[in-house]
């Protein structure tokens, strides 16, 4: 009980200078390690998705919602969508044996459902004729509220593009990292952006990019620090249009 207390007091200090620190590029050494899984969901439940975000995205076309273009579905909007069938199998034991396995991290976990970035969906499309930037984001480190090791996925569901490279790109070791094409579709890009500068670079016309966004720590136990979590719920305003956790 004492010896927990003394572990989460020191995690919480120890995050608090992380999310000071860490946009100065003061990132550990030992979080640089990216790791892609290939194939990681079943045939059909990645199917089962595609044909979800195909459904989404006509909807949303058809209503003039405004994530028409390039925008998010969090984790809470995402469960009452076409989408919600398919959800399931990403708290499966399968699924979680699978990244252990794949990355060695015997406790990695999904942070908790109450976090509206443990299950996202992000559509990039093409710009507006009128707008030359397409939806993109500049080099960023993320911010953490996890006591844990936080860890950001990536599972690409489409990406047409033009470029022969993933429009993700990672500065492990502040060495721009590439991310090939090939079995980018259905693979998972696991790294930890709070340690790991990343961007996503425009889309042009007619190109398109679908992916699933998904956070996991090996210890994901939320900081009780008020200004982190307000710093949390500001982002996930401006990303989802929604504060909610
Ligand atoms: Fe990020």
Known sequence: ??????RVIAAELALHKHNKVNRQGVVSANAQTYHIIENVLPAEVYQGLLAAVDELHS??????????????LGGHELKQSAAAPWLDYFSSQPFIE???????????????EVDTNRLSLLFYDEPPAADESGDGTDWHMDGSIYLGARWAGIL??????????????????????????????NSLVLFQGDHVL???????????????????????VRTLNPWLRRYQAQVNLAFYGSSQA
């Open 1 to 6: 009980m004492v010896k927990n207390l003394r």
């Open 59 to 72: 909807t949303a076309v058809r209503e003039n919602s405004h994530w028409r273009k390039g925008q998010a």
């Open 98 to 112: 699978k990244l252990r396995s794949a990355t060695g991290i015997k406790t990695l976990s999904l942070v908790p």
């Open 156 to 185: 690409t569901l489409i990406e047409n593009t033009n470029d022969r490279t993933s429009k993700l790109e990672l500065q492990p070791h502040g060495e721009v990292t590439k991310i090939s094409k090939t079995n980018l579709n």
């Open 198 to 220: 990343h961007r996503v670079r425009s889309l042009i016309g007619g190109e398109r990019r679908v992916v699933m966004s998904l956070l996991f720590s090996d210890w994901p």
